[in-house]
């Protein structure tokens, strides 16, 4: 495990201080690969507080290129990078933002094709996808790997989190056997619902990866920020899932 250096402690200084994070906490965040599905609205605040928090590495999907109607809610995309590859405002602003980690774009989307490549690269993965297709095939090969899975979601100005432990608690599938229908790829945003959620997320990454606090395995993290409403809601795991049943 790499140590932390004098540069890494002059930056991380107030987050050391966090009580039961420190150090170690720090050492294996360095440490660590995180695997994000789509930087948009919501997967790229993500990335973002990962990034702050000191993460190795990231590797993030994320196909397509740049439109006008990606900026209201996209914090990692720039203006000037319209109808240029979105990776490519992705990787220019993480390194601007923190030059010590290592950042790894794939100019796709989640896909049959690249699905267990990806996740066998990766010790924790986020999914920030709109489309079920792709949640649920990196909620596939995560169980597969037995890696946590964040998974983050949002619609309108409700959204939720739900952090996944392969064999210890409810996976995606448990929840979704097959893709809702009439589910569209379009859906109201606004902005900062998406980064509330990815916020959320990115702390449970963080303690899933760190041991820090109380991870929420076989909970839904869901908030309602029309009336500012939280709760937990357990989620019990299927015995008939297709894709988790093997690890009960």
């Known amino acids: 495990m790499n140590s932390l250096t004098e540069e890494d402690h002059a930056i991380y200084e107030w987050q050391l201080d966090v009580p039961g994070f420190g150090e170690k906490g720090q050492e294996l965040l360095r440490n660590s690969t995180a695997l994000v599905s789509r930087a948009g609205g919501l997967g790229g605040p993500l990335c973002f507080s990962l990034a702050a928090a000191g993460i190795g ?53 989640i896909s049959e094709e690249n699905a267990k490549r990806l996740v066998s690269e990766a010790d924790i993965a986020f999914g920030a996808a709109p489309l079920f297709e792709e949640r649920l095939l990196l909620n596939r090969e995560c169980v597969a790997k037995g890696i946590p899975l964040i998974d983050c979601a949002m619609f309108n100005l409700e959204g ?4 996944i432990l ?28 998406s980064a509330l959620a990815a916020n959320i997320g ?3 990454g963080i303690k ?29 795991r299927n015995p008939a899932c297709t894709i988790c049943s093997s690890s009960q």
Not at 90 to 104: C, D, G, H, M, Y
Not at 166 to 193: D, M, N, Q, T
Request: net charge positive; charged share 25%; hydrophobic share 40%.
């Open 57 to 109: 590495k990231l590797i993030i999907a994320h196909a397509g290129d740049l439109r006008l109607d990606d900026l209201n809610r996209q914090i990692l995309m720039r203006s000037d990078g319209v109808g240029e590859p979105r990776v490519e405002s992705i990787s220019k602003t993480l390194r601007a933002f923190n030059p010590r980690i290592e950042v790894v774009t794939v100019p796709e989307n």
């Open 208 to 236: 899933a990866l760190t041991g820090l606090g109380e991870s929420q395995y076989g909970k839904m993290i869901h908030f309602d920020t029309a009336r500012m409403n939280f709760q937990k809601i357990v989620l019990q």
């Open 166 to 193: 392969p064999g210890k608690s409810a996976c995606l599938a448990c929840l979704y056997p097959e893709i809702p229908p009439h589910w569209k790829r379009r859906f109201p945003v606004i902005g900062a619902v």
């Open 202 to 204: 990115a702390i449970e």
């Open 160 to 163: 939720h989190v739900i952090p």
